[in-house]
């Protein structure tokens, strides 16, 4: 897959890596490992987008135009303030087009020209 520039790693996101990656501890990955990766995610990024109170109700108003989880409208709220453009994503009904951001899921395969 391509890496898209500028890359934005949203809040939300490192939270959601490092819960996930606890259920990789059988597998031998480690706690610090994990915190290892969201440093090297921090380091690559181009910019962090963190939470601010106005998301909650932007993401109240993206839940109801279109049908999201909460988590989901959050995710999608911080990405458009951020102004993110695109977000890979297997969930949220990808691929589609959110208030300018486009949703698409990198496990499908791409359309062929």
Same mark, same amino acid.
């Given at each position: *897959?391509? !890496? #898209?520039?500028? %890359?934005?790693? =949203? /809040?939300?996101?490192?939270?959601?890596?490092?819960?996930?990656?606890? !259920?990789?501890?059988?597998?031998? %990955?480690?706690?610090?490992?994990? /915190?290892?990766?969201?440093?090297? *995610?921090?380091? =690559? @990024?181009?910019?962090?987008?963190?939470? =601010?109170?106005?998301?909650?109700? #932007?993401?109240?108003?993206?839940?109801?135009?279109?049908?999201?989880? %909460? /988590?989901?409208?959050?995710?999608?709220? @911080?990405? =458009?303030? &951020?102004?993110?453009?695109?977000?890979?994503?297997?969930? *949220? &009904?990808?691929?589609? *087009?959110?208030? &300018?951001?486009?949703?698409?899921?990198?496990?499908?395969?791409?359309?062929?020209?």
């Amino acid at each position: *897959m391509a !890496t #898209e520039r500028p %890359f934005a790693l =949203v /809040w939300q996101i490192g939270c959601e890596f490092l819960a996930a990656s606890r !259920t990789l501890i059988p597998l031998g %990955f480690t706690a610090a490992q994990a /915190w290892g990766d969201l440093a090297d *995610m921090r380091l =690559v @990024a181009d910019a962090i987008v963190l939470p =601010v109170p106005e998301i909650w109700t #932007e993401a109240q108003s993206l839940q109801t135009r279109h049908m999201l989880s %909460f /988590w989901d409208s959050l995710l999608v709220a @911080a990405c =458009v303030r &951020g102004g993110v453009t695109l977000l890979y994503t297997e969930e *949220m &009904g990808a691929p589609r *087009m959110i208030d &300018g951001l486009s949703l698409v899921n990198p496990f499908l395969p791409t359309p062929s020209p």
